[in-house]
């Protein structure tokens, strides 16, 4: 069975400085998509950017961008010039590619931005 | 719609009630996940609609949880005879159908709060 792992319950980051969100996962799979989801305060979930796993270049969405290491198992989650409207819950997820099925989610990691 | 509707966005009830909670997908999306999200905790599958398949409810906790979905569209979560360790956010999510092709992301309501007291 696949698993995600998130080992960091919390983060604080300073105004306008660089953070990175740790995410490690285990599949037997080869092919596979792997998210990283912001949660706000409103509950909803946002997708932040996401990663195939057939493609060795890192994805990056503006000031978003992950490191992404198939051998390792391992999809951390770059931020830079952190925002106040950063602050969130973020989930890193991994997805079967080859059939729509669920998503498997990490339990989050807080992300503080301070003032 | 614009986005998944979730209502309603917070219930409470008491202990051994039943519960009814709507989502409605994102227009033309064929797929329908709900989610279940307690304190502190990610996202637990619960269960997954897809077109005219037979239901994926492997995620289901109990046969106390049920859910439908008519006509390809809204769909509704019921939880009977409620107990306290229900409490927590259910969430709905849609996407494309396509399988492999697509990609095919997953877009999430805001989530109904359910609180059994």
């Known amino acids: 069975a696949q698993t995600v792992t998130q080992s960091q319950p919390e983060m604080s980051v300073q105004e306008a400085e660089t953070v990175t969100l740790s995410c490690t996962y285990d599949t037997s799979e080869s092919d596979y998509y792997l998210f990283w989801y912001k949660q706000p305060p409103s509950r909803q979930m946002i997708l932040v950017i996401r990663q195939e796993a057939y493609k060795q270049q890192n994805a990056t969405e503006n000031r978003f961008s992950v490191n992404f290491q198939k051998a390792a198992k391992s999809f951390s989650l770059k931020i830079s010039d952190s925002q106040l409207g950063d602050a969130a819950m973020y989930f890193c997820?991994?997805?079967?590619?080859?059939?729509?099925?669920?998503?498997?989610f990490g339990k989050g990691t807080r992300l503080h931005i301070l003032p | 719609g614009a986005g998944v509707s979730q209502s309603p966005s917070n219930k409470v009830t008491e202990k051994g009630k039943d519960v009814e909670l709507r989502c409605d997908p994102i227009s033309g999306h064929t797929a329908l996940y709900w989610y279940r999200q307690s304190l502190g905790q990610g996202l637990e599958f619960l269960i997954y609609?897809?077109?005219?398949?037979?239901?994926?409810k492997s995620g289901l906790p109990s046969d106390r949880f049920s859910a439908e979905r008519t006509g390809g569209s809204v769909s509704t979560l019921t939880i009977q005879r409620t107990q306290q360790e229900d409490s927590a956010v259910y969430l709905c999510?849609?996407?494309?159908?396509?399988?492999?092709?697509?990609?095919?992301?997953?877009?999430f309501g805001a989530g109904t709060r359910l609180s059994v007291l």
């Open positions: 999510a849609s996407s494309l159908a396509g399988g492999a092709s697509g990609g095919n992301i997953q877009y």
């Open positions: 609609f897809q077109g005219n398949s037979a239901p994926d």
């Open positions: 997820a991994y997805r079967n590619r080859n059939r729509d099925d669920k998503i498997i």
